[in-house]
């Protein structure tokens, strides 16, 4: 089975522009989470998407918003950038909603924002 | 929230060496995982934990939920080893997916 991936690998963007990243979960899995990682803060969890809906959902501001397809593909989007988003971003797929200890990850798209 | 805390912070082996990593917890929560990032960001699932002890090769884990903290053991370590380890865990339902501990940054030299 191929396993989580996500595009882009690396990502440069200035501050105020908004970025999209992609995640496509393991086949089967029908649950996607986010997590930003970053020096200060560590490993955060934004969300979780299952049957295309987002059913849990982090402590972060309305910029960070998601989808999921019914194909269980996600994408994260951030509006307006800040320079605090200079982050990587992690996705990770489980079988079913919350199942959080059977979530495998994705290799993360590094963010720079200039 | 939860709170997790890994210790020690940073560790510097040589090749063939043992070492314990710690991670203590707020809550009474039973699902304990640890991971290890390798230096190009992959994280890789090691332990679903919530008590007892697991082993893997020459890695084994022993948590104690009753006393709020896990242990990750590893011996002979190789350079591979070198890393983050974290150790994370989610409450009941999952509504805050998971709280990951600051982490171990763990270097081998060989």
């Known amino acids: 089975k191929a396993g989580v991936t996500q595009t882009p690998r690396y990502l440069i963007k200035t501050r105020g522009q908004q970025v999209t990243l992609s995640c496509s979960p393991i086949?089967?899995?029908?649950?996607v989470s986010w997590y930003q990682q970053t020096p200060g803060q560590g490993l955060q969890f934004l969300f979780e998407?299952?049957?295309?809906?987002?059913?849990n959902k982090g402590n972060f501001p309305g910029r960070f918003s998601g989808r999921q397809f019914s194909n269980s593909r996600s994408e994260m989007n951030v509006s307006t950038l800040e320079l605090g988003d200079s982050a990587l971003y992690l996705c990770?797929?489980?079988?079913?909603?919350?199942?959080?200890?059977?979530?495998?990850f994705g290799p993360g798209t590094r963010l720079t924002v200039l | 929230g939860i709170q997790v805390e890994q210790s020690p912070p940073d560790l510097i082996l040589q090749e063939g060496a043992n070492s314990t990593l710690r991670c203590n917890f707020s809550?009474?929560?039973?699902?304990l995982q640890w991971f290890h990032q390798n230096p190009w960001g992959q994280l890789i699932n090691l332990f679903y934990?919530?008590?007892g002890t697991k082993q893997n090769g020459r890695l084994s884990a022993t948590t104690v939920a009753t006393e709020r903290y896990s242990l990750l053991y590893i011996s002979s370590s190789q350079t591979t080893d070198s890393g983050v380890y974290f150790c994370?865990?989610?409450?009941?339902?999952?509504?805050?997916?998971?709280?990951f501990g600051k982490g171990t940054h763990l270097i081998i030299q060989p």
């Open positions: 086949s089967g899995h029908r649950s």
């Open positions: 990770a797929s489980s079988p079913r909603q919350g199942a959080f200890n059977e979530q495998f």
């Open positions: 934990i919530p008590s």
């Open positions: 809550d009474s929560v039973n699902n």
């Open positions: 994370a865990m989610y409450s009941g339902g999952g509504a805050d997916g998971l709280t």
């Open positions: 998407y299952f049957s295309e809906t987002q059913r």
